[in-house]
């Protein structure tokens, strides 16, 4: 049997553009791909944040360590590393703590660490002068999905205020970007990439880059929670929007990955 390396070779041979891209990427093992698309985010002059963003807001841990361990694997290099010579500051550190793969994924959730967390929360930010950036990395980080879900309920008790309104009034930059991405994904990770889709779809020109990877990487996950989160927030249907957005082959290939119309 033709190795999924050889497969790869050929498909290259055969086909070009954006539908080549699709195709290799469908048969790239999830951890490999996602290593590239990392390198891809960094490689040239100027760092895709978006996509970096993205990816290390929506993989769970354990996704972490093996795309790290795909990463090192293709390009004899540590994911961190890379992510240190391409970034800088808040926004480095916090990467680094999600590329490390850390986050606590257990189900169970605490109140007494909820009220805790979100005590520091608002000590670290709202309620002194300057933010202690450290604080929100460590527990936005590391903090299991669930866990951060009632802490941000015990946060608006303390403060009055939503997370994001914290957020966006004390820090700034790709730094804010990516808390903000937590917040989102902790909320609801299908909203969070349907937006990203619905930005890479609308407007001149589509961001095959953002396309591509969501679909593809999203395919055996969420992608019909991600389906009807497009279809609530924009009135019409990803599949509808793939359709008048694309085409070819590129396009009968993607609307099979999206399954069916909304």
């Not at 996950?221 to 019409?236: A, C, M, N, P, W």
Request: proline share 2%.
């Amino acid at each position: 049997m033709a190795s999924i390396w050889e497969l790869k070779d050929d498909l290259k041979g055969d086909l070009s553009g954006h539908f080549e891209h699709l195709m290799v990427a469908l048969v790239t093992p999830p951890a490999v791909f996602d290593a590239k698309q990392l390198k891809k985010s960094m490689k040239g002059a100027g760092t895709n944040e978006d996509a970096l963003i993205e990816i290390l807001t929506t993989r769970t841990s354990r996704q972490m360590k093996d795309i790290s361990q795909a990463y090192y694997t293709v390009y004899k290099k540590s994911l961190g590393d890379d992510i240190s010579s391409e970034t800088s500051g808040d926004f480095r550190k916090a990467l680094l703590t999600l590329a490390d793969g850390r986050r606590d994924e257990s189900l169970k959730v605490d109140e007494h660490l909820a009220k805790q967390d979100a005590q520091i929360l608002y000590k670290a930010g709202e309620n002194r002068w300057g933010t202690d950036e450290d604080k929100f990395t460590e527990i936005l980080c590391l903090r299991s999905f669930p866990q951060l879900k009632l802490t941000f309920d015990e946060y608006r008790n303390i403060s009055q205020k939503d997370i994001v309104d914290s957020i966006k009034g004390e820090l700034s930059g790709h730094f804010e970007d990516l808390l903000l991405a937590i917040v989102n994904c902790v909320r609801n990770t299908p909203a969070f990439l349907a937006e990203r889709l619905h930005r890479a779809l609308k407007g001149i020109g589509t961001d095959e880059f953002t396309l591509n990877r969501i679909m593809v990487s999203r395919s055996e996950i969420d992608l019909l929670d991600i389906r009807t989160e497009f279809k609530k927030h924009y009135g019409y249907s990803l599949y509808s929007a793939i359709k008048s957005d694309t085409s070819g082959d590129y396009e009968i290939t993607l609307l099979k990955i999206c399954g069916g119309d909304d």
